[in-house]
């Protein structure tokens, strides 16, 4: 069965940078994109861009772009998100995300991953 | 970026009910439209995609409709399960965009 498994939460101080992975199970890793969605406390879904396992190409949003940067390992079926420069507003739980066959919605998500930002 | 709305914010229902939440994009998205379920503490889960097309293992109770700029979903007949947070979501074009969510509580 498709499983995305998401690391530990994570506390930062602000100006830190925080690296999220995401290890997929289940299904052949570079047949589907991984995208990242984040939420934040009490909040509605953001998504961040995605990351094309197979070539390693990306597409952000274009109001992460400069601080993001999403990697992938085949070598392990990982995906990674880091996010730099945090700030109190990234406070967010991060989910990666599976998009069968660059269809752009996501059938699988991970369980999500909190990030907590704070002096 | 295209604005994605929803309502109701809100609503309650009963178990039986047929619940009908509506979603609107600022501008047309074509059918590139999907529906997720979230519950406390979960991530969300796939419902419809392509505005209409029901994932698979999703129960046929939950139909999806629209093209363009409106788009509907609706429950036929709710289930106990079905409490949760609806998101439309937009992947016409960059930044995919939600809306702000829906709530269904009991009532």
């Keep these: ?119 | 970026a295209i604005r994605m709305t929803q309502s109701p914010s809100s609503l309650s229902a009963s178990t039986g009910d047929r619940v009908t939440i509506t979603c609107r994009a600022s501008q047309g998205v074509s059918t590139s439209l999907a529906w997720y379920q979230q519950k406390p503490g979960k991530a969300p889960k796939l419902l419809i995609y392509a505005a209409s097309t029901l994932q698979s293992g999703v129960p046929s109770r939950f139909s999806g409709s629209g093209s363009g700029t409106d788009f509907n979903l609706t429950v036929s007949c709710l289930q106990s399960e079905d409490f949760a947070i609806y998101y439309c979501q937009q992947y016409y074009t960059y930044p995919f965009t939600f809306g702000p969510g829906t709530e269904v509580d009991i009532k």
């Design chain 1, 1 to 119: 069965q498709v499983q995305l498994m998401q690391s530990g939460a994570e506390v930062k101080k602000p100006g830190a940078s925080v690296k999220v992975s995401c290890k997929a199970s289940g299904y052949t890793f570079t047949d589907s994109y991984i995208h990242w969605v984040r939420q934040g406390p009490g909040q509605g879904l953001e998504w961040m861009g995605w990351i094309n396992p197979n070539s390693g190409g990306t597409k952000y949003s274009q109001k992460f772009q400069g601080r993001v940067t999403m990697t992938r390992d085949t070598s392990i079926n990982t995906a990674s998100m880091e996010l730099r420069r945090l700030t109190s507003d990234d406070t967010a739980v991060y989910y990666c995300a599976r998009d069968w066959n660059g269809n752009y919605y996501n059938d699988y998500w991970g369980q999500g991953t909190l990030v907590s930002v704070s002096s």
